[in-house]
T-cell receptor
Framework: GENVEQHPSTLSVQEGDSAVIKCTYSDSASNYFPWYKQELGKRPQLIIDIRSNVGEKKDQRIAVTLNKTAKHFSLHITETQPEDSAVYFCAASKTSYDKVIFGPGTSLSVIP | GAVVSQHPSRVICKSGTSVKIECRSLDFQATTMFWYRQFPKKSLMLMATSNEGSKATYEQGVEKDKFLINHASLTLSTLTVTSAHPEDSSFYIC?????????????FGEGSRLTVL
């Protein structure tokens, strides 16, 4: 089955700096890669996703890149703000209608 | 976005009892729901895929007789932890898949924290 790894497990950045979280996946049949943000005590929420027919996608301060050949994908957050502090999970799925397998998570702290 | 409601949010029970957790899609029909388990400061571990009108598909290592899943309608899936023991204490969270012409998005319930004494 699919296995998703994620690095780093914790990340601390100064407000205004960029944060990068990297993930790898094992199943070459995966084609859908969502990213979720989970604030303390709250439910995970989708922040951005990317499909295998696209190499990069951007939404304001958040961007994701995908290298399907290498089975790598990354989340980039620019101009970080304290409210970006949360746990971020990458995930992989065959399609957006299939089960989603999560990475172990990255705890991001943005220091004011 | 779509709303998924989970109940109860917290439950404490004695060892040996069974606990039922409900997951409802409030404003959409969900043919597929997923049940996850999350340990403190850990990731979401997929337990099973729940399909309306059919048997759930369990992930490897998840005891189907221990964690009973029922998806009797397009808006409700239930997880019953049978004969709960302290090691079953965890945060259980459901998610429902929206359907649409181009994309299915996963929406999560609030989660249920189970404590087994």
């Amino acid at each position: 089955g699919e296995n998703v790894e994620q690095h780093p497990s914790t990340l601390s950045v100064q407000e205004g700096d960029s944060a990068v979280i990297k993930c790898t996946y094992s199943d070459s049949a995966s084609n859908y890669f969502p990213w979720y943000k989970q604030e303390l005590g709250k439910r995970p929420q989708l922040i951005i996703d990317i499909r295998s027919n696209v190499g990069e996608k951007k939404d304001q301060r958040i961007a994701v890149t995908l290298n399907k050949t290498a089975k790598h994908f990354s989340l980039h957050i620019t101009e970080t703000q304290p409210e970006d502090s949360a746990v971020y999970f990458c995930a992989a799925s065959k399609t957006s209608y299939d089960k989603v397998i999560f990475g172990p998570g990255t705890s991001l702290s943005v220091i004011p | 976005g779509a709303v998924v409601s989970q109940h109860p949010s917290r439950v404490i029970c004695k060892s040996g009892t069974s606990v039922k957790i409900e997951c409802r899609s409030l404003d959409f029909q969900a043919t597929t729901m997923f049940w996850y388990r999350q340990f403190p400061k850990k990731s979401l571990m997929l337990m099973a895929t729940s399909n309306e009108g059919s048997k759930a598909t369990y992930e490897q290592g998840v005891e189907k007789d221990k964690f009973l899943i029922n998806h009797a309608s397009l808006t409700l899936s239930t997880l019953t932890v049978t004969s709960a023991h302290p090691e079953d204490s965890s945060f259980y969270i459901c998610s429902a898949l929206t359907s649409g012409p181009n994309t299915g998005e996963l929406f999560f319930g609030e989660g249920s924290r189970l404590t087994v004494l």
